[in-house]
């Protein structure tokens, strides 16, 4: 198994630009959600699924969306990159709940925003 | 909502000693999981130890336990024969009963040999 694979490793944005962060999982987890990292700072949510269909807003989901059209993937979009969205992004899932199951994060997205 | 403080921003250790890493949390919950979570420098968030807030005895997972005092609202780490790879940031964190994770600041600890 790959894990959590997420892409791209590094990205550099204009204000105002689109784009997708990709995160695929092959362990046919059920949970996935996408988490921003600031320096000194905790992980903290920004949206969750517990299946595909399903979605929901985490902590901080302003700026981004998600869609889970399959099990597999769950895209994070930013519609118009704004620099506060500067962040390391990580991507993460469970086998069902958080609560009883290991999560299992990505490798991380680094973005910046100019 | 529920927040997750590490008062220790930065810590060391010699190798082979034993260190402590401090957490508190603050819920009106009654039913919740703590965790701790290691991020070394390349960036993976890698799970150490779970704790279920109903269960008293402590979590323990080799060289790592847990002090999980309810009453207190604590959760420290305790990492034993401190290694080199042990080298990391150190995060606590809670997870509420709607499965919201919230992570406390980090702690980064440096293990010297």
């Known amino acids: 198994n790959a894990g959590v694979t997420q892409t791209p490793k590094f990205q550099v944005l204009k204000t105002g630009q689109s784009m997708t962060l990709q995160c695929a999982q092959d362990?046919?987890?059920?949970?996935m959600s996408w988490y921003r990292q600031d320096p000194g700072m905790g992980l903290r949510l920004i949206h969750y699924s517990v299946g595909a269909g399903i979605t929901d807003q985490g902590e901080v989901p302003n700026g981004y969306n998600v869609s889970r059209s399959t099990t597999e993937d769950f895209p994070l979009r930013l519609l118009s990159a704004a620099p506060s969205q500067t962040s390391v992004y990580f991507c993460a899932s469970s086998l069902t709940s958080v609560r009883t199951d290991t999560q299992y994060f990505g490798p991380g997205t680094r973005l910046t925003v100019l | 909502a529920q927040t997750v403080t590490q008062s220790q921003p930065e810590m060391s250790v010699q190798e082979a000693e034993t260190v402590t890493l401090s957490c508190t949390y603050d819920t009106s919950e009654n039913n919740y999981y703590l965790f701790w979570y290691k991020q070394p420098p390349s960036r993976q968030m890698i799970l150490v130890i779970r704790q279920e807030a109903y269960k008293q005895q402590n979590a323990t997972e080799n060289r790592f336990s847990v002090n999980f005092q309810k009453a207190a609202k604590s959760f420290s780490l305790k990492i034993s024969d401190s290694q080199l790879g042990d080298t990391a940031m150190y995060f606590c964190?809670?997870?509420?009963?709607?499965?919201?994770?919230?992570f406390g600041g980090g702690t980064r600890l440096m293990v010297k040999p």
């Open positions: 362990m046919n987890h059920e949970y």
């Open positions: 964190a809670f997870m509420n009963a709607g499965n919201m994770l919230t």
